[in-house]
């Protein structure tokens, strides 16, 4: 196996604007849901919130400088639709769009290619009002959002992610409730899947009409779904609804036009003349988050019969979540056979490891580096021994950040931050990453 990579291979790595900028009300930007959810005690750990967070907003040449010291090709951020639009719909802001428009310019000064995503699910706390994305008038909210986008950055910004993790958006923030907006509701999770869908076709179809060489995909959640007990067909049917709400409600719609047969009676009251056509997006690559697998078994306290649990021994990270990277190339195998064989990028793949400075300021996150180098490992067995068709990997995250429902507590960057000072502090997995980019050129 090779780990030599074509010139055409993207690395890169990534944030999100509601974890990384702060500043949540600064310059005319509007309360998103996630505003909203992190202000209301008792929904975050600590009753943290996103109001400075690593003050990205106002320290971003400090961060465009770690990311050219990196030495990746691009690098993956979220634009924050309440800092354009307050209100959701309406009048621009103009400050906010200017924002975006200095990191912009100010990462291709620096050779460095923004991959921007749309939506990272900080909707406008004014179109949650309005029913946020059960609401089948999303579509032309996001539309005009996206007009906007294209006007103000199209003749820059080439990559872009629709929409970020709709089965986070959907499970956890509709179903569960456990993150923004916090409802639970198998009926508002079912409708906000297909809203997710419809918006993904047809964004894409408008910003190929507005853009010319445009590289357009969404990203999503993606990773192998096992039984607790395979023994059990109660858990094997729990997996199979477990994978289905998490994956193919999106990804079989978007490759063959059609919901899984288990799924449609939930979205059929949702689905109008068309919608389906519209779904099947033809976007340019198939973007994938992964991190770990999943153990699921049945449970008839949950609605949908399922829930999650606990993964055999084995290691695990900060977080909790299972190390396999052997199931990153099952679940990049498993998109090539089901999918025929769609370019796939790895939008995000990283680790919770929560290392703080030694006594010398160095972070000697030994055991990220370990992740990191196992799972691009497997990416490249994919690629090389398996004919998976892949075209980067973008490494989660830049700089620890506001972990959502875990608030700080929780470290996935590859830059430590000081939450107090704000001081940002190059760990041992950045240096080892940098020197993986340069050794694979």
Same mark, same amino acid.
Request: hydrophobic share 35%; proline share 5%; charged share 25%.
């Given at each position: 196996?090779?780990?030599?990579?074509?010139?055409?291979?993207?690395?890169?790595? *990534?944030?999100?604007?509601?974890?990384?900028?702060?500043?949540?009300?600064?310059?005319?930007?509007?309360?998103? !849901?996630?505003?909203? +959810?992190?202000?209301?005690?008792? #929904?975050?750990?600590?009753?943290?919130?996103?109001?400075?967070?690593?003050?990205?907003?106002?320290?971003?040449?400090?961060?465009?400088?770690?990311?050219?010291?990196?030495?990746?090709?691009?690098?993956?951020? @979220?634009? @924050?639709?309440?800092?354009?639009?307050?209100?959701?719909?309406?009048?621009?802001?103009?400050?906010?769009?200017?924002?975006?428009?200095?990191?912009?310019?100010?990462?291709?000064?620096?050779?460095?290619?923004?991959?921007?995503?749309?939506?990272?699910?900080?909707?406008?706390?004014?179109?949650?009002?309005?029913?946020? %994305?059960?609401?089948?008038?999303?579509?032309? %909210?996001?539309?005009?959002?996206?007009?906007?986008?294209?006007?103000?950055?199209?003749?820059?910004?080439?990559?872009? !992610?629709?929409?970020?993790?709709? @089965?986070? !958006?959907?499970?956890?923030?509709?179903?569960?409730? !456990? +993150? *923004?907006?916090?409802?639970? &509701?198998?009926?508002?999770?079912?409708?906000?899947?297909?809203?997710?869908?419809?918006?993904?076709?047809?964004?894409?179809?408008?910003?190929?009409?507005?853009?010319?060489?445009?590289?357009?995909?969404?990203?999503?959640?993606?990773f192998p779904m096992y039984p607790k007990d395979p023994s059990k067909p109660e858990d094997v049917r729990a997996a199979q609804?477990?994978?289905?709400?998490?994956?193919? #409600? +999106?990804?079989?719609?978007?490759?063959?036009?059609?919901?899984?047969?288990?799924?449609?009676?939930?979205?059929?009251?949702?689905?109008?003349?068309?919608?389906?056509?519209?779904?099947?997006?033809?976007?340019?690559? +198939?973007?994938?988050?992964?991190? #770990?697998?999943?153990?699921?078994? *049945?449970?008839?306290?949950?609605?949908?019969?399922? @829930?999650?649990?606990?993964?055999?021994?084995?290691?695990?990270?900060?977080?909790?979540?299972?190390?396999?990277?052997?199931?990153?190339?099952? *679940?990049?195998?498993?998109?090539?056979e089901k999918y025929g064989n769609p370019v796939v990028c790895i939008t995000e793949n990283g680790m919770c490891e929560n290392?703080?400075?030694?006594?010398?300021?160095?972070?000697?996150?030994?055991?990220?580096?370990?992740?990191?180098?196992?799972?691009?490992?497997?990416?490249?067995?994919?690629?090389?021994?398996?004919?998976?068709?892949?075209?980067?990997?973008?490494?989660?995250?830049?700089?620890?950040?506001?972990? %959502?429902?875990?608030?700080?507590?929780?470290?996935?960057?590859?830059?430590?931050?000081?939450?107090?000072?704000?001081?940002?502090?190059?760990?041992?997995?950045?240096?080892?990453?940098? &020197?993986?980019?340069?050794?694979?050129?």
């Amino acid at each position: 196996m090779t780990n030599n990579t074509s010139p055409s291979f993207i690395w890169g790595t *990534a944030t999100a604007a509601f974890q990384i900028e702060g500043a949540w009300n600064a310059d005319g930007k509007g309360p998103s !849901i996630w505003d909203t +959810f992190s202000h209301t005690p008792g #929904n975050v750990k600590n009753n943290d919130n996103g109001d400075v967070a690593c003050d990205h907003y106002n320290r971003v040449d400090e961060d465009v400088a770690l990311i050219k010291n990196l030495g990746v090709d691009a690098y993956r951020m @979220s634009i @924050s639709w309440t800092r354009l639009l307050p209100e959701g719909t309406g009048q621009l802001n103009q400050k906010g769009a200017d924002f975006y428009n200095r990191l912009f310019d100010k990462l291709l000064e620096k050779n460095i290619t923004p991959w921007a995503t749309l939506y990272h699910w900080d909707l406008p706390q004014a179109l949650q009002d309005k029913g946020g %994305w059960t609401n089948r008038d999303i579509t032309g %909210w996001f539309e005009e959002y996206t007009d906007h986008v294209c006007r103000l950055y199209g003749d820059r910004v080439k990559n872009y !992610i629709i929409i970020n993790e709709p @089965s986070i !958006i959907t499970y956890l923030g509709h179903y569960l409730g !456990i +993150f *923004a907006p916090g409802i639970k &509701s198998l009926d508002a999770m079912y409708a906000s899947q297909h809203h997710i869908n419809l918006v993904n076709g047809l964004v894409t179809q408008q910003m190929r009409g507005l853009l010319k060489d445009t590289n357009l995909g969404s990203s999503y959640t993606y990773f192998p779904m096992y039984p607790k007990d395979p023994s059990k067909p109660e858990d094997v049917r729990a997996a199979q609804i477990m994978d289905e709400t998490w994956q193919r #409600n +999106f990804a079989d719609p978007l490759f063959k036009g059609v919901y899984p047969a288990n799924t449609l009676p939930h979205v059929e009251k949702y689905i109008k003349d068309g919608d389906m056509k519209t779904i099947v997006a033809n976007q340019d690559y +198939f973007g994938i988050n992964h991190y #770990n697998s999943n153990y699921v078994r *049945a449970d008839d306290s949950h609605p949908l019969g399922a @829930s999650n649990a606990e993964a055999p021994p084995g290691p695990r990270t900060d977080i909790g979540w299972n190390i396999s990277p052997a199931d990153l190339k099952v *679940a990049l195998i498993e998109i090539k056979e089901k999918y025929g064989n769609p370019v796939v990028c790895i939008t995000e793949n990283g680790m919770c490891e929560n290392s703080e400075p030694d006594a010398k300021g160095v972070v000697n996150d030994d055991r990220r580096v370990g992740y990191l180098k196992d799972y691009t490992d497997a990416m490249f067995d994919a690629r090389d021994n398996h004919g998976c068709n892949l075209q980067g990997y973008f490494v989660w995250s830049l700089m620890d950040n506001f972990e %959502w429902a875990e608030g700080y507590g929780m470290r996935f960057g590859i830059v430590h931050m000081d939450y107090q000072t704000l001081k940002r502090t190059p760990k041992k997995s950045y240096d080892w990453y940098k &020197s993986k980019i340069a050794e694979s050129r």
